[in-house]
Every structure is written in C-alpha cells, then in structure tokens.
C-alpha cells in the first residue's frame, strides 16, 4: 500500500495541487462538541454551593487589602479588621455575582483574534507562569526575556492558541520594568488578546495605557469592551491577598477580564476529598466574583478552578490523575449551575517531554473537553508541574490539541455521498480506494495533516535519524522563530510604544505591589 | 509543601499502616461511566445500515471458502460459484443477526477472570498480532516464543487486561506446531480468557481440546459457555478469506467467541469518509456474523471495528487520529443499533515509545471510551501501525488504560462527609490539609497510584539518573517478569497437557490453513 501511493499521487498531484488547495482548518473560534459529563447530581452540587456559602458566611475569607474589606463592608459583610477575616452573607455574594456576565467578547488585535467566552466555547492556552524555560538545544534555565519573546512568537503561530498567557517569567529585567517588556513583546509580536499581570495598580495602568494606545483606541472605547485580562489565583485555603485583590477591583473598574482560578491541591490546600476541595475552591471564586462586581456590575469576570492532588505518600503534586480528571469534571458542574465561563487546566509532574509528560497532559485535557471548559490552561508545554514551560512539549502536546479542534471543526458527513455506496460499486474484492472517484474529489481534504508526528515506516525512519517526536519538535520551533511571521503592525505605534516605554524606564518604572 | 509532607507521613505511618491498607481497586470488570457519544443522527445511521445491506445484496462479499458459500446459499442467498461472490439478501441477514446474544460470559481460567461481554462493559486488551518486539534492552526484532511468553506474563499481571490476545507472532516456531507453544503459554503463565489462532479446523480443535482439558471440562462443559475467543478480520473490501471463514464456523459450532473485526483503513481499503468506511466495515461484520448464526443460532459473537485513516501524501497509516477517533464513534453507533457488544481499537503508527506513541494511542483510546466500546483492543504497546510490541510502551500506556479503570471503579463521594465543611472549619487560612483529621481519614486510599510516573522535583529526579518514562518501563517490565507470579494451577493438568503437546508434534503437528 505505501509502495503504490506515492507513484498514484505523484501521477494525479501535477493537475490537481493547483485546483484543489490542501486543507485549512479555522481553529480560532472553537464550540466544544461534546455534552458536559456530570458526576454528582444537580442537588449535590446545590448542596456544595450552599457549602460553599456557609464557608463564606461563617468561616469567612481573609482579604489583605483594606479597600477590598472596605468594599465587601459596604455591602453588608461583617469584617474583622484585626484578623482581616471578611464574613460574606449568602445574599451580597449571590446578588453580586447574579450581575456576572455570561458572555464575554474580548477583542484582539485583529478581527479574527476575538475571543468569545461562554459556556460551549472553547480556548485553549499553552502552559503558563513557569519560572523557568527548557529546550533541548539550550537546556533548563531560570526563564528570561528572550524566552518570554520566543514563547509569544510560538503562541502567536498557532491559531489554536487564541490568548496569550503569561507563559514563563523573565526573571532577568527587573521587576519594575518588567511590564514593559511583557506588554512589548505582546504587543508587537501578536495580535492575540494579551495578559496582563496583576501586580498592583501603577503596572496594571500601564499596562492599559499600552494596550489601548496601541490598539488606537480612546481611552472610552478601550473601557467599552474587554482588550486584556488577567488571572488571579486565590491562596488557598480562603485567602486573598493584596496584588490578587487590587487586581480584581482594578480589572472591573475598567470593565477588563478577570479570570478567578484557585489553584488547589487535594489533601494539600484543599480537602482530601474531590467535593470537598472542589466545595473550597467554589467559595474562594464567589468572594472574588462578588468583589468584581460589588465594585462594578455586570464587568467581565470569568470562573475557574485549578484543582488536581498531591502523592499522598511524599506531598509532590500530581497533574492529569483521575483525581484531576473528576475535579474538572466536578467544576464544570458548578460553573454551569452558576451559568459562567469558567477556565479549568491540564498539566503534567514530569521532568522531561515523555510518555509520561504526553499521558498526564492529554489525560488532563480530556477532563476539561468533557468538563465542558470555556478556557484551558496548561494544554501545551507545561513541565514539572508548572515549574518550567518545554519548547518541544509545547509542540507535542498541540497535536493533541489540535486533534481535539479538529473534532470541534470537521464536519464529519452522512450523507448519501459520504456513505458512497457508488464508490463501494467501483471497487471490488482485492481492490482499493486510492484512486477511485469517491477518494480523488475529497483526498486534498480529508485528513488531519500531523504537526510532528511521524507515519513513516521503520526503515524510512531509521535513515532519517531515528529522531523522537522531541526531536523532531526542536526542528519545528526553531523553524517557526526563524520565519518570525509577527502580525503586520502599524510602525508609528511600535514607535510611540517604544517612546512610552523608554520615557518610564527612564522615570524608574512603576512600583509592583505584593 | 513537598519538604513537610514526608515528615508527617513518617511519624504518622507507622501507627496506621497496619490498620489502614492501600488501594486496591479491582479492574477485572469494568463499567464504561461515560454516556456514548452520537456523531451521526439516527436516521444517517439507519442509512448507512440500509446501504450496508444493499452492498451485499447488490453487490455482494466473495467468500473464498466453499462450506461457507453452501452455508450461505442453503439459507437462500445467490451464489456465483465461478467468481465465488455471494450475494445476501437483506432478510437473510438480518433474520440471522437477530439471533447474536447481547450479553455474552466468557469463563476465565478462576472465577474473577470471568469476562462479560455486552454494551456498557469495558475490557481492555494489549497491543496485538504484531510481527515484531523490541525493548530498551534487547532491541527490535522478530517476535519469538520466548517474546510471547514473557508478553503473555506481562498481560496476567495486569488486571485491567482481562483477555489475552495474541501479543507477538512467534516466528521462531514452526506454523504446524505454532499453536500448542501459544496454548501452552497462556494456560500455563495465565487464568485470562485465551485468544486461539483461526488457521484452519486442525489447529483450532486441538486448541479446544487443550483448553478443555487444561481447565478440567468435560467436551458437554466446554461446549456450554464461551472459555475462548478469537480474531476474524475480513479482507476489505468485501473479501472473506478461507480460515477467516473457517473460524467463524468453527467457532460458532463450538459455542466459542468470534471477534469479528473488519480492518479497514479510509482513502486505501475503504471509501475515504468515515461513512463509507464504516459502511463497509458494517457490511462486513454483518455477513461474518450472521455466516456464524447460520451455523447456530445463538453463537457467541461479537461486533467489531478497526477504521483509521492512511496519509493522503504517502499511503502510510495512521492512528489515533481525529478520523480514527470519529469512526469509532460512529462505530458504536452502528453496534449499539445492532445492540451487539463490540470491539474496537486504538494504536500508534510511532516507531519509538515517545510523546507521539502516547498522544496517539491515549487519543484512540479516548475515542474508544466514548464510543461504548465493550473491548479496547491495542490500548498498550503497539507501535509501527501495530507491525511492533513495546515492552516499554505496554507499561507507559498502562498508565492511561489505569487512570481511565480509575473513572470506572471510584466512587467519587458527594455526602457531607465528603463536602468537607468540619474540614474548612477546622484548617485556617494559611493553613494546609495535610494532617486534618477529614485527610487522615482517607489518605491510604485517596488517590490513584501511579504505575510509571515519577512525580518527584527536578532535583530528585536529576540525582536519580533524569530517567524517561520509557527507561523506567524497562524496569518495571523486567520486576515483573522476575518475580513471575504465575497462578496455581494443577500439576497434573501441565504434565498433561506437556504429553499432550509432546505426542501431536512427534506425530508432525496440525496442518495450517490458509
């Protein structure tokens, strides 16, 4: 069979390849197509919910930021300033989060960068927040500013990647520049929506003044409709502290996307138990949902959870378990009772882009596609349980993730023509249906063409190096970052950016609240 | 966290280690938690039903073996005797489908090796048939007797494979005498429910003569239940060969198990959609299966299917692909129309255990999940489009055949107890799990443990020799194989079954059929 098919495509392929362009999936506004899987009935997730609220009530939040209590005090909860503990009735936090959104349209740099966030819709994002970066060209370090540039640039190159996250942390410019340098890279090297770090108010104007002049929009437009977001993870259990605060206030205030993730590890900061930390995380979101919204209703706000479990016998977190694979499912109950997007993450504890790395991250994917996830962080790269963001798994992984968009995409037809009883008529017992008429009209089309995976034989193979699909992945990202196809930008913004950015440099940059 | 978890445990350990045993989650029989998934709409599947009926009445399958025509023709089907085409009318098929059981028991070798058959039960099997082995020690080479032992030993250890398939094709052994050295494997080094070759009638009776005598049955016993299975791929398209045809009369006679498993690869022996594909894969499998009914009614038999696509640039197969995945969906639908139990397959054309074996089989192993496949078969280990067993690659997929028995055995509690709210009470902000009495409670049996991940640091990992999944699968294969915890069986049965096996090869050994 794979002796004769060259030979037949090579004869068909001189009149056809101009005809017939080869496939083009639109992997940029994904609907998932699979039906939410439930695990716990509706009234035991009413029964966590309401947990959930008794948490806030009775046990409280703590909230290090004084204008955060002083907002939730204005709303009625009972605060206590000495042990910042904020005691929320079930009534403020559920009239506040009745005014949530549940559809957000954030725009990108270009129209169909748009993101649109509902429940059905589907985003992914690559791994994120790493402090350190790995290749296997250059090896593990502590992540920087080129790292920073480069992960952009790949991020940028795959559509199926439609936000951009804070994928490693460029630990070599200094903290109170190092808006500047994340912003810039954003900026100029994509056109997807941008994240913006919540580390206190000065950075996160910034930020905005950035963003909105470089998209050329009024200050009035760039407030109208969401451009950016950022996350906030919550310190479980029930705590937020002050950059996670000023960032939910100042995000609503400017009408930004807030995407509200605890990030909880059973039998670490959470409960042993699936429901019990799902039930922690669920109430640590409603007070962060609640605080965007007391201060400014109806401001985008999305929920999320991070929640997988740790080895119980050594305390090292684990990533794509079963226990992960439920706790996603098990959110995804809780964001549909409450009828929000919601984000929720894969990942993987390996040390190195193997078959253990493949297995956890997919397993994990999985478990948010059924979860009925609107964003899924960690798709794509993500090592030692976030500790380092790996080129070549980043490449891997996105063949899965690209599998799954193309089950979101592909119209899989049954109609008389896909049924193709004709085509069974042309060929008989001992033939094939390389070059029947039934394949020649659809062949260019029909498949999913592999990012990095290798279908040749053993033979072929072994002549061309015996390469590992990371092998062959390293070969896949230096390509990209060489032909640095960055979106066409216009060269007097990067020019005012630049001037924006050397002005502040040179004024010290901004102060980064902890 | 990671440096304080051991501490705790070490104190706590040793007062409740005694008390408190570990896991132990039964995989032998397993339920499939997930609701099937639709991609076709009903109607669309009556059509492709109605068309599969229509090829082979108007166009008809050619069945090369002469008993099987008179057995077609004598229930009132057309036959060509010269081009030995066979051309089925559609009651005919149908009237004999009907009588296929829906629930089917296969005794095992003990009682908890019983295997059931039917929609909603999931079983899984090893990769399978392949000509090859290789592992990290030894290296690729052709599969030999000693290779078909040890994968037999492998697969017993393993409860979540509950049937043994035929692992590697022993070459070493000539083919008249091929079949005692696979029976004897598996009575010997197994209880699982064995896989006979179907190589003609010879081969097939003196296997159930072994297996009957082995497991103490008298010939009205042995012909009361299913004690054995085997494999019929059809010749797509619309071929079916000699000892294809002869299994399945043989083993229908005999009240024992066929699989029937149309292998059929979209754009090469089938139509290039997944409508035509498994069209005629469904056409196929209803002839093989109502050729057994034929013989006798009630037969134990089993709908399959194995469609995958090839790549349209090189004719190579792939698998575990996003087509791969939509044709066993729609594959299920087919079988859950016929209400048949059902095999389908995942796989990986990979040449070496790396990110791409394990994101390709997991991601057939998905489709198959969530297509309400009864038997998973290739779920671990084949690589090379199934021309290889992996050792290494056995172990590595294990982990994601594990995690997805995970999701059928645990019962993920949503109570009170399990909502935590005494938990939240009783740790405080900034506080952690680890020791909450609701954790010590739970800890030895919370969470999954992992076959072949390493979920430790970085740090720990490096001074560990920075070992790949694969490379600790080499060890992990090889425990096993040392410690060869073969069942009990009856002495007396094994020197019988040696005179046995001794006398018929000094007697030549049975002829092979093709």
Redesign the interface.
């Known amino acids: 069979?794979?002796?004769?098919?060259?030979k037949?495509?090579g004869r068909r392929s001189r009149t056809t390849q101009q005809d017939k362009p080869g496939r083009a999936p639109d992997y940029r506004q994904l609907r998932n197509p699979?039906?939410p899987?439930d695990?716990?009935?509706a009234d035991?997730i009413e029964?966590?919910h309401d947990?959930a609220l008794?948490?806030l009530e009775e046990?409280g939040?703590?909230v290090l930021l004084p204008e955060a209590r002083a907002i939730f005090k204005a709303a009625g909860a009972r605060i206590d300033e000495h042990t910042e503990?904020v005691y929320l009735g079930r009534d403020i936090v559920m009239d506040a989060v009745a005014n949530a959104p549940r559809s957000i349209t954030m725009r990108g740099g270009a129209p169909g960068r748009d993101v649109l966030l509902e429940l059905g819709s589907l985003v992914f994002q690559p791994g994120a927040g790493a402090p350190h970066a790995t290749d296997l060209e250059r090896g593990?370090r502590p992540g920087n500013e080129r790292d920073f540039r480069e992960l952009i640039q790949l991020t940028q190159h795959f559509d199926v990647l439609q936000m951009m996250p804070p994928l490693v942390e460029p630990q070599d410019v200094p903290t109170r520049v190092r808006h500047y340098a994340t912003m810039e890279a954003q900026l100029t090297l994509s056109d997807k929506v941008p994240f913006v770090f919540s580390r206190g108010t000065p950075q996160i104007h910034e930020s905005f003044e950035m963003l909105r002049d470089f998209r050329g929009l009024s200050d009035a437009d760039f407030h109208a409709e969401p451009h950016c977001y950022t996350i906030i993870n919550t310190?479980s259990?029930?705590?937020l502290d002050i950059p996670m605060a000023q960032g939910l206030i100042d995000f609503a205030r400017a009408k930004q996307v807030s995407i509200v993730t605890p990030f909880t590890?059973?039998?670490?900061?959470?409960?042993?138990?699936?429901?019990?930390a799902i039930?922690?995380s669920h109430?640590e979101a409603l007070a962060a949902i609640a605080l965007t919204q007391l201060v400014q209703p109806g401001a985008p706000v999305c929920y999320g959870t991070f929640t997988s479990?740790?080895?119980?016998?050594?305390?090292?977190?684990?990533f794509g378990?079963?226990?992960h694979?439920?706790a996603s499912i098990?959110a995804g109950q809780m964001a549909r009772f409450l009828g929000l997007p919601w984000r929720c993450a894969s990942g993987s504890?390996?040390?190195?882009?193997?078959?253990?790395?493949?297995?956890?991250t997919?397993?994990g994917l999985?478990g948010c596609i059924?979860a009925g996830s609107t964003v899924v962080i960690h798709s794509a790269g993500w090592l030692?349980?976030g500790?380092?963001v790996s080129y070549e798994?980043l490449i891997?992984?996105l063949?899965?993730v690209q599998?799954v968009a193309?089950?979101c995409v592909?119209a899989?037809?049954?109609?008389?023509e896909?049924?193709?009883?004709d085509?069974?008529?042309e060929?008989?017992?001992?033939?094939?249906?390389?070059g029947?008429a039934?394949?020649m009209e659809?062949?260019?089309t029909?498949?999913?063409e592999?990012l990095?995976?290798?279908?040749?034989?053993?033979g072929t193979?072994?002549e061309n190096g015996?390469k590992?699909?990371?092998e062959r992945?390293t070969g896949i990202w230096k390509g990209i970052l060489a032909a640095d196809d960055r979106p066409a930008q216009d060269g007097t913004r990067i020019e005012a950016l630049h001037d924006y950015i050397d002005q502040r440099t040179a004024d010290g940059g901004a102060e980064v609240v902890s």
């Not at 069979?1 to 060259?6: D, F, G, I, L, Y």
């Not at 899989?412 to 008389?416: H, N, P, Q």
């Open positions: 069979m794979s002796e004769q098919r060259p037949r495509r699979f039906t899987v695990l716990f009935t035991r029964a966590m947990a008794s948490a046990l939040i703590k503990m593990r310190n259990p029930r705590t590890l059973m039998g670490a900061m959470a409960p042993v138990t699936v429901a019990g039930t922690l109430a479990n740790v080895d119980m016998k050594s305390g090292a977190p684990a378990t079963p226990e694979f439920n098990v504890a390996a040390n190195i882009n193997d078959a253990q790395a493949a297995n956890e997919q397993f999985w059924l030692e349980g500790l380092t798994k891997t992984d063949e899965a599998m193309e089950l592909t899989t037809g049954s109609s008389d896909d049924i193709a009883l085509a069974l008529r060929v008989q017992p001992s033939g094939h249906f390389f029947c039934h394949t659809r062949y260019t029909a498949f999913y592999p990095v995976a290798d279908w040749s034989n053993f193979w072994t015996s590992t699909a990371s992945a």
